[in-house]
């Protein structure tokens, strides 16, 4: 029953940010290359904090917003470690980071 529930917050959440577990895949690389030595605790708490600092959700849905976070980190986490193992914040970081942070070029852009 309670999974029914995070899936159905997480489900309206994405409704109003579209590109939510874009932002939580972002801010997972950050924390990996940020503080690498600290635990998967500190990291994932690191990640909701950011996000709640960035996003703001209906206020009907702000009770709820550390469940949503911490239910969209524990996805995004378990599926890059079904992916690449439990070192997937090398190998996605150096595949995706360079991709996010590169400076825009003005051709790019029309």
Do not use: T
Not at 52 to 69: A, C, K, Q, Y
């Amino acid at each position: 029953m309670f999974a029914k529930i995070k899936r159905w917050l997480i489900a309206r959440a994405e409704k109003v940010v579209p590109s939510l577990r874009l932002w939580v895949l972002q801010i997972v690389l950050e924390a990996e290359n940020r503080i690498p030595g600290e635990s998967g605790s500190d990291k994932r708490a690191y990640v909701i904090k950011a996000l709640d600092e960035l996003i703001r959700l209906p206020v009907w849905l702000e009770p709820f917003d550390g469940m949503i976070f911490g239910a969209l980190v524990d996805l995004i986490c378990s599926r890059l470690n079904a992916r690449y193992g439990h070192i997937w914040g090398d190998v996605v970081s150096k595949d995706v980071m360079p991709v996010v942070s590169e400076e825009v070029r003005p051709d790019e852009l029309g």
